[in-house]
């Protein structure tokens, strides 16, 4: 039995899944062990240069890398060297070999294989590269560059530090081991065994490209210009191999016309499932390509274009009618090439039936996702199921177990998946771990510097007033900087400025003697502010805050300056300009820093309650899990019933049994000890920040008398939900015009009412006039549902779809498969003509143009049942204002980034889950509500925390409330408060809360009074040019 | 500045000042501006070493006052670094920036000093070499242009 306080979990995979999961555990006191197989993280998230539909570079939104000096880190920069999570343990280039125990007491072999350089004193100068004799291609760059057999992984990768590709490759010849200025390589490591225990383990294995070279009907590998989605997404990186310039392998001519081929290892005999993120893909290349290569032709070949989530059908719309990016509903058998110029022919039929022959200039096949290639060994080690398809099994209403307790899966491992879910799944994964484990309060860590051990630090000095004592450190990192750059020079030139008392020159200021060199220096000299020329901010700045930390001094009192990578290693051969380049910095850093202040976050306790709106699937399983896990829980229903949507399903598509889960789940909810249910009640303000909320609640009692309540909580978790809309051709008085849940209804509640019904047509993709166009992501899936169903019960019954686009995506593709086989016809419409339906007595008329037969098609119907649009739930507008959270376009809470942080909203400790967020499957509302969880735990288990830091802070003294920065702030923050006299006592002036300021500084700029000041970017800092 | 006033005269490169080595300062963010400098460190792509970089949060950041600053302290050009638009890590900061950046250029050109001295750029963190030709393009500029008109007054 592992040490009940020491509380570990084990994450397989490191890629963005399991980074977030770990660090969510990391983040509420559970150590983790963070296994890679590859010899960096980032995983396939971080060869991508651009993300659908933001169109964010991934380099800073994503996790190959994040901006540094970002107040709220998204995932990577726990994960920097120096920077480090202190419960998090990573072992890269490790496979896991043995697992023996159960749930809370796993027994875990590791085998790691050598890098044979050591990341501690690897300082990245890559003279080991220039004397390595082997060239390899490199796998990142997805073959289309190549690297030395000693290289990084990628040109930021985690750990940022070199590494061997020994297997047949390395020569051994040495040459590396001799050229490495810090001994940091060792040829005879070797592999290494490693034994854990751990209580739980998190499965994010992630995925595998489909190998194109398996249908060699489509050229891949043969023909030069046939690249397959990630060739391409390299090629068109900006990190990629010619800085994002697409060009013809064959002879780096820039392409005139690119075709994209779908489902290519989707959707076909042997891979009966869809992939369900290469349509946006496809369609984000095609936008790219014609924002970036002049009159480009995009052809997209697809048979249904699947933009399921927020924000995509807009995109998907704006890729045709803005962009012009051309799709045709067909899928091709074949690409052949013409061998003089290495163009490549498709063949196909289009829609109307029509044979056509076209020329493309390259060709990407757009490949899908396979399960990962250690799948298999994968469950024989752990024992867990894997589904027909290769992925991991999971049952449909615990999408995040594994078929063995203790054993979580997030990612694309259960399910081809995209970036969101995959980090709604590692977030709900890691809340399913709490909620097992526990946690440990005292195995926090503070955030007064990001992911700093406070535990053994000295108290703070206080500085501020003291005259500045300012050295100067600097670091020649070997000969890196001191080859180009003569630090004796510039250390004599910093000797002379106003407030330096101390210069010195360091060969590796990183290094555990350089450190203890500054910290005794600081000491010695009584220094109270100090710059260190280096390297990199970015991958060097917490750990010199930490040293000036560790002897007291506040951490803002650094200032680090890359003599690096920013001079010496791009002046080379200009050593004078270059010393005089490190002269001037020197010189702003030393003006910078004697004005600086020591900076101080605002410490608070947050109240230990959580506030759930919506006592729906998403919310009761959000309330289940955060009260599980020892927390108060106000859960906030408007209804007098618990449920929600979940109450009008009576069977899915799975088989299981959607009421048996909701009579558990209101079971468990009414009869939790922490769980304080407020029925007929609804949210009426809301104040406070993170931590500190005070939410006023107001309850109708039968009798129609009110009473309002007020509860303080940590954090709120939004589960308002989405409802089906009714008005779709103004037939809703038709007795034999119904939705698809009224079918539903009848179906389990009263068959007999469709005995003698011959012929259903079902509609898709049904709008009420009011609702922007939007896919509602779950109606193809009940329709398919149904309809299979009706042919059960009377397998003559004529049931006619029409639909745009059947978006069954994943394994739902099954569906669409068996609803086909057993006679379900389908015919396509689009918008430009739309069904027609026109009462004929009992019956119904539907007239219909089909696409294939080019004419229109008349059948007549005893029921036309509607696929209609899910809108979010009444009072969602209302309820956004209360909180000052935004809507998305098609009115649904906005999330504060479609991509990395799905649950999340700028506002921080206030959550989103459930249909609230977009129209999603019941096992989706689950992922994304224990992901709530997770994240409002990560707030309720903080013994403190601590809010401001770099925050825009408002002078009253000269505000005139002119509402500048209330226009300016791009995040909406700053708001004139009357309670806060201005300029001369008079009206209001503004307040920036510092809970959520996002330190940009944009409304310092452009304050016309001057009135606002970034902390640690005051202007007299910055002024000192 | 009156009519009478005779303009300063506009150097021909012949007309250098002997070893005339350009001043440039660049504003650059934290997030794609210093990592695109990074990136061209770590490919050991070769710049001039006229241009020295003031690090913002942001370009939103770039103030009016910040600009001239450093031209009155003797900067002969003075470039911005941002995200690319649409790329902000702060949403839309850049696009403020670049508004300043553009009114600047006008506060400049009204005192007789270049439009062309100033300059913003907008590139991801992996274009190193975007960042790296940036500071030549600048450099070679700001030698075409000479020294600023503030330091050739003041001599």
């Given at each position: 039995?592992?040490?009940?306080?020491?509380?570990?979990?084990?994450?397989?995979?490191?890629?963005?899944?399991?980074?977030?999961?770990?660090?969510?555990?990391?983040?509420?006191?559970?150590?983790?062990?963070?296994?890679?197989?590859?010899?960096?993280?980032?995983?396939?998230?971080?060869?991508?240069?651009?993300?659908?539909?933001?169109?964010?570079?991934?380099?800073?939104?994503?996790?190959?890398?994040?901006?540094?000096?970002?107040?709220?880190?998204?995932?990577?920069?726990?994960?920097?060297?120096?920077?480090?999570?202190?419960?998090?343990?990573?072992?890269?280039?490790?496979?896991?070999?043995?697992?023996?125990?159960?749930?809370?007491?796993?027994?875990?072999?590791?085998?790691?294989?050598?890098?044979?350089?050591?990341?501690?004193?690897?300082?990245?100068?890559?003279?080991?590269?220039?004397?390595?004799?082997?060239?390899?291609?490199?796998?990142?760059?997805?073959?289309?560059?190549?690297?030395?057999?000693?290289?990084?992984?990628?040109?930021?990768?985690?750990?940022?530090?070199?590494?061997?590709?020994?297997?047949?490759?390395?020569?051994?010849?040495?040459?590396?081991?001799?050229?490495?200025?810090?001994?940091a390589i060792d040829l005879n490591q070797f592999f290494q065994t490693i034994t854990l225990n751990v209580g739980a383990i998190i499965l994010a294995l992630g995925y595998q490209l489909f190998d194109a070279g398996n249908l060699e009907e489509f050229g891949h590998g043969r023909y030069p210009n046939v690249l397959h989605s990630m060739q391409y997404e390299r090629l068109a990186s900006r990190s990629g191999p010619t800085e994002g310039i697409?060009?013809?392998?064959?002879?780096?001519?820039?392409?005139?016309?690119?075709?994209?081929?779908?489902?290519?290892?989707?959707?076909?005999?042997?891979?009966?499932?869809?992939?369900?993120?290469?349509?946006?893909?496809?369609?984000?290349?095609?936008?790219?390509?014609?924002?970036?290569?002049?009159?480009?032709?995009?052809?997209?070949?697809?048979?249904?274009?699947?933009?399921?989530?927020?924000?995509?059908?807009?995109?998907?719309?704006?890729?045709?009618?803005?962009?012009?990016?051309?799709?045709?509903?067909?899928?091709?058998?074949?690409?052949?090439?013409?061998?003089?110029?290495?163009?490549?022919?498709?063949?196909?039929?289009?829609?109307?039936?029509?044979?056509?022959?076209?020329?493309?200039?390259?060709?990407?096949?757009?490949?899908?996702?396979?399960?990962?290639?250690?799948?298999?060994?994968?469950?024989?080690?752990?024992?867990?199921?894997?589904?027909?398809?290769?992925?991991?099994?999971?049952?449909?209403?615990?999408?995040?177990?594994?078929?063995?307790?203790?054993?979580?899966?997030?990612?694309?491992?259960?399910?081809?998946?995209?970036?969101?879910?995959?980090?709604?799944?590692?977030?709900?994964?890691?809340?399913?771990?709490?909620?097992?484990?526990?946690?440990?309060?005292?195995?926090?860590?503070?955030?007064?510097?990001?992911?700093?051990?406070?535990?053994?630090?000295?108290?703070?000095?206080?500085?501020?007033?003291?005259?500045?004592?300012?050295?100067?450190?600097?670091?020649?990192?070997?000969?890196?900087?001191?080859?180009?750059?003569?630090?004796?020079?510039?250390?004599?030139?910093?000797?002379?400025?106003?407030?330096?008392?101390?210069?010195?020159?360091?060969?590796?200021?990183?290094?555990?003697?350089?450190?203890?060199?500054?910290?005794?220096?600081?000491?010695?000299?009584?220094?109270?502010?100090?710059?260190?020329?280096?390297?990199?901010?970015?991958?060097?700045?917490?750990?010199?805050?930490?040293?000036?930390?560790?002897?007291?001094?506040?951490?803002?009192?650094?200032?680090?300056?890359?003599?690096?990578?920013?001079?010496?290693?791009?002046?080379?051969?200009?050593?004078?300009?270059?010393?005089?380049?490190?002269?001037?910095?020197?010189?702003?850093?030393?003006?910078?820093?004697?004005?600086?202040?020591?900076?101080?976050?605002?410490?608070?306790?947050?109240?230990?309650?959580?506030?759930?709106?919506?006592?729906?699937?998403?919310?009761?399983?959000?309330?289940?899990?955060?009260?599980?896990?020892?927390?108060?829980?106000?859960?906030?229903?408007?209804?007098?019933?618990?449920?929600?949507?979940?109450?009008?399903?009576?069977?899915?598509?799975?088989?299981?049994?959607?009421?048996?889960?909701?009579?558990?789940?209101?079971?468990?909810?009414?009869?939790?000890?922490?769980?304080?249910?407020?029925?007929?009640?609804?949210?009426?303000?809301?104040?406070?920040?993170?931590?500190?909320?005070?939410?006023?609640?107001?309850?109708?009692?039968?009798?129609?008398?009110?009473?309002?309540?007020?509860?303080?909580?940590?954090?709120?978790?939004?589960?308002?939900?989405?409802?089906?809309?009714?008005?779709?051709?103004?037939?809703?008085?038709?007795?034999?015009?119904?939705?698809?849940?009224?079918?539903?209804?009848?179906?389990?509640?009263?068959?007999?009412?469709?005995?003698?019904?011959?012929?259903?047509?079902?509609?898709?993709?049904?709008?009420?006039?009011?609702?922007?166009?939007?896919?509602?992501?779950?109606?193809?899936?009940?329709?398919?549902?149904?309809?299979?169903?009706?042919?059960?019960?009377?397998?003559?019954?004529?049931?006619?779809?029409?639909?745009?686009?059947?978006?069954?995506?994943?394994?739902?593709?099954?569906?669409?498969?068996?609803?086909?086989?057993?006679?379900?016809?389908?015919?396509?419409?689009?918008?430009?003509?739309?069904?027609?339906?026109?009462?004929?007595?009992?019956?119904?008329?539907?007239?219909?143009?089909?696409?294939?037969?080019?004419?229109?098609?008349?059948?007549?119907?005893?029921?036309?049942?509607?696929?209609?649009?899910?809108?979010?739930?009444?009072?969602?507008?209302?309820?956004?204002?209360?909180?000052?959270?935004?809507?998305?376009?098609?009115?649904?809470?906005?999330?504060?980034?479609?991509?990395?942080?799905?649950?999340?909203?700028?506002?921080?400790?206030?959550?989103?889950?459930?249909?609230?967020?977009?129209?999603?499957?019941?096992?989706?509302?689950?992922?994304?509500?224990?992901?709530?969880?997770?994240?409002?735990?990560?707030?309720?288990?903080?013994?403190?925390?601590?809010?401001?830091?770099?925050?825009?802070?408002?002078?009253?003294?000269?505000?005139?409330?002119?509402?500048?920065?209330?226009?300016?702030?791009?995040?909406?923050?700053?708001?004139?408060?009357?309670?806060?006299?201005?300029?001369?006592?008079?009206?209001?002036?503004?307040?920036?809360?510092?809970?959520?300021?996002?330190?940009?500084?944009?409304?310092?700029?452009?304050?016309?009074?001057?009135?606002?000041?970034?902390?640690?970017?005051?202007?007299?800092?910055?002024?000192?040019? | 500045?009156?009519?009478?006033?005779?303009?300063?005269?506009?150097?021909?490169?012949?007309?250098?000042?002997?070893?005339?080595?350009?001043?440039?300062?660049?504003?650059?963010?934290?997030?794609?501006?210093?990592?695109?400098?990074?990136?061209?460190?770590?490919?050991?792509?070769?710049?001039?070493?006229?241009?020295?970089?003031?690090?913002?949060?942001?370009?939103?950041?770039?103030?009016?006052?910040?600009?001239?600053?450093?031209?009155?302290?003797?900067?002969?050009?003075?470039?911005?670094?941002?995200?690319?638009?649409?790329?902000?890590?702060?949403?839309?900061?850049?696009?403020?920036?670049?508004?300043?950046?553009?009114?600047?250029?006008?506060?400049?050109?009204?005192?007789?000093?270049?439009?062309?001295?100033?300059?913003?750029?907008?590139?991801?963190?992996?274009?190193?070499?975007?960042?790296?030709?940036?500071?030549e393009q600048m450099v070679e500029r700001i030698r075409q242009l000479g020294p600023s008109p503030l330091k050739t007054r003041a001599r």
């Open positions: 039995m592992p040490n009940p306080e020491e509380r570990a979990a084990l994450v397989i995979g490191g890629g963005v899944g399991g980074m977030r999961a770990a660090l969510d555990l990391a983040e509420v006191g559970i150590r983790v062990y963070l296994v890679e197989s590859t010899p960096g993280l980032g995983g396939r998230v971080a060869q991508l240069g651009f993300m659908f539909p933001t169109h964010d570079c991934v380099l800073c939104r994503g996790t190959s890398d994040h901006g540094y000096g970002c107040t709220r880190p998204s995932i990577s920069p726990a994960f920097l060297d120096h920077n480090r999570h202190p419960n998090i343990t990573i072992f890269t280039n490790t496979l896991v070999v043995a697992v023996e125990g159960q749930a809370g007491d796993f027994r875990v072999m590791l085998s790691q294989e050598p890098r044979y350089v050591d990341p501690a004193r690897c300082i990245n100068c890559g003279e080991c590269e220039k004397v390595c004799p082997v060239e390899i291609p490199s796998s990142f760059q997805a073959g289309l560059s190549t690297h030395k057999a000693i290289y990084k992984s990628a040109p930021r990768a985690l750990p940022d530090a070199y590494v061997i590709e020994y297997g047949p490759y390395c020569e051994d010849c040495g040459r590396c081991a001799r050229a490495c200025p810090t001994h697409v060009h013809r392998p064959s002879d780096g001519k820039i392409p005139k016309r690119i075709a994209w081929l779908q489902c290519i290892g989707s959707r076909d005999q042997e891979n009966p499932f869809c992939s369900s993120i290469c349509c946006m893909y496809a369609t984000k290349q095609a936008i790219l390509a014609k924002e970036r290569l002049a009159e480009v032709g995009c052809s997209v070949f697809v048979m249904d274009e699947r933009a399921f989530n927020k924000e995509y059908n807009s995109y998907y719309v704006q890729s045709r009618e803005h962009y012009g990016v051309e799709y045709v509903r067909c899928r091709v058998s074949e690409v052949r090439e013409d061998p003089a110029t290495h163009d490549l022919i498709l063949h196909y039929m289009d829609e109307m039936g029509q044979l056509r022959r076209e020329r493309f200039d390259m060709v990407v096949l757009s490949v899908g996702t396979q399960p990962p290639a250690e799948a298999e060994a994968m469950a024989r080690l752990l024992d867990i199921e894997l589904n027909p398809s290769g992925f991991c099994r999971v049952d449909k209403f615990t999408p995040l177990q594994t078929s063995r307790p203790g054993v979580f899966v997030c990612g694309a491992f259960s399910t081809p998946k995209e970036i969101a879910e995959t980090l709604i799944d590692a977030s709900g994964a890691a809340a399913e771990v709490v909620r097992l484990l526990g946690f440990n309060p005292n195995n926090q860590v503070s955030h007064v510097l990001p992911f700093l051990d406070e535990s053994d630090l000295p108290p703070e000095k206080d500085v501020n007033g003291q005259p500045p004592r300012v050295g100067v450190f600097l670091c020649s990192c070997g000969s890196c900087i001191g080859e180009t750059v003569d630090l004796d020079a510039v250390a004599d030139g910093a000797a002379h400025l106003p407030g330096v008392v101390y210069t010195e020159r360091l060969r590796f200021a990183c290094f555990p003697e350089g450190r203890h060199y500054l910290r005794r220096a600081i000491e010695q000299y009584g220094l109270n502010r100090v710059v260190v020329g280096a390297c990199s901010g970015r991958t060097h700045e917490s750990l010199f805050q930490r040293v000036v930390r560790e002897v007291g001094l506040n951490p803002y009192l650094l200032e680090l300056i890359n003599l690096r990578e920013h001079c010496a290693w791009v002046h080379q051969g200009q050593p004078e300009l270059a010393t005089r380049k490190a002269q001037t910095l020197v010189r702003r850093a030393v003006g910078r820093l004697r004005p600086a202040r020591a900076l101080h976050r605002q410490t608070l306790t947050p109240a230990a309650a959580a506030l759930v709106i919506g006592g729906g699937v998403a919310g009761m399983t959000a309330a289940l899990a955060i009260a599980d896990s020892g927390y108060e829980v106000h859960l906030v229903e408007r209804d007098d019933t618990l449920g929600g949507n979940l109450r009008h399903i009576y069977y899915v598509a799975e088989g299981d049994n959607p009421q048996q889960l909701l009579r558990d789940l209101v079971n468990r909810v009414l009869a939790h000890e922490h769980i304080h249910v407020h029925m007929r009640t609804e949210l009426t303000a809301q104040t406070g920040h993170v931590g500190d909320f005070r939410s006023t609640l107001r309850t109708t009692h039968y009798g129609g008398f009110t009473t309002e309540t007020s509860v303080r909580h940590g954090a709120t978790i939004i589960a308002t939900g989405g409802r089906e809309t009714r008005n779709g051709y103004g037939l809703e008085d038709h007795p034999n015009v119904i939705t698809q849940s009224d079918l539903e209804k009848l179906i389990a509640h009263n068959p007999q009412a469709l005995e003698g019904v011959r012929s259903v047509v079902m509609i898709q993709c049904v709008r009420p006039p009011h609702l922007p166009d939007y896919c509602s992501r779950t109606c193809c899936t009940n329709t398919l549902k149904n309809a299979i169903r009706l042919k059960m019960l009377d397998e003559n019954c004529q049931i006619i779809v029409l639909y745009k686009d059947i978006v069954t995506y994943g394994f739902r593709e099954q569906y669409y498969t068996e609803a086909r086989r057993r006679g379900v016809i389908f015919l396509r419409y689009t918008d430009a003509r739309k069904p027609e339906i026109e009462p004929a007595g009992d019956r119904l008329k539907v007239r219909v143009a089909d696409l294939s037969l080019g004419r229109p098609f008349e059948v007549m119907a005893d029921r036309v049942v509607l696929s209609m649009s899910i809108e979010p739930a009444e009072g969602t507008a209302r309820l956004a204002r209360l909180l000052q959270v935004p809507l998305s376009p098609e009115g649904f809470f906005m999330e504060a980034h479609l991509k990395m942080r799905p649950m999340d909203f700028m506002q921080e400790g206030v959550f989103l889950c459930g249909m609230a967020h977009y129209p999603k499957f019941i096992e989706e509302c689950i992922s994304h509500a224990l992901a709530t969880a997770g994240r409002a735990l990560q707030v309720l288990s903080q013994k403190s925390f601590h809010l401001g830091g770099v925050v825009a802070e408002v002078d009253p003294a000269r505000c005139v409330g002119c509402l500048t920065c209330v226009r300016t702030c791009p995040f909406g923050i700053p708001e004139v408060r009357p309670d806060r006299p201005g300029v001369g006592d008079l009206g209001g002036s503004a307040y920036i809360d510092p809970s959520r300021c996002q330190g940009c500084g944009t409304c310092t700029a452009e304050c016309p009074a001057n009135a606002i000041q970034l902390l640690n970017y005051l202007d007299e800092q910055i002024m000192q040019l | 500045m009156t009519m009478t006033e005779t303009p300063a005269p506009s150097v021909s490169p012949n007309e250098q000042p002997a070893g005339f080595e350009p001043e440039i300062t660049a504003f650059t963010c934290i997030y794609c501006a210093y990592m695109a400098a990074d990136t061209a460190g770590a490919l050991r792509l070769q710049y001039p070493a006229n241009v020295t970089f003031v690090r913002l949060p942001c370009t939103g950041k770039v103030d009016v006052r910040y600009i001239l600053q450093a031209f009155e302290q003797g900067a002969d050009g003075v470039y911005v670094v941002a995200c690319p638009i649409g790329n902000c890590h702060h949403v839309r900061g850049n696009e403020r920036g670049r508004s300043r950046v553009e009114h600047t250029r006008e506060l400049l050109e009204a005192v007789g000093i270049e439009g062309e001295r100033l300059e913003m750029f907008f590139m991801s963190g992996g274009q190193g070499a975007t960042f790296a030709l940036v500071a």
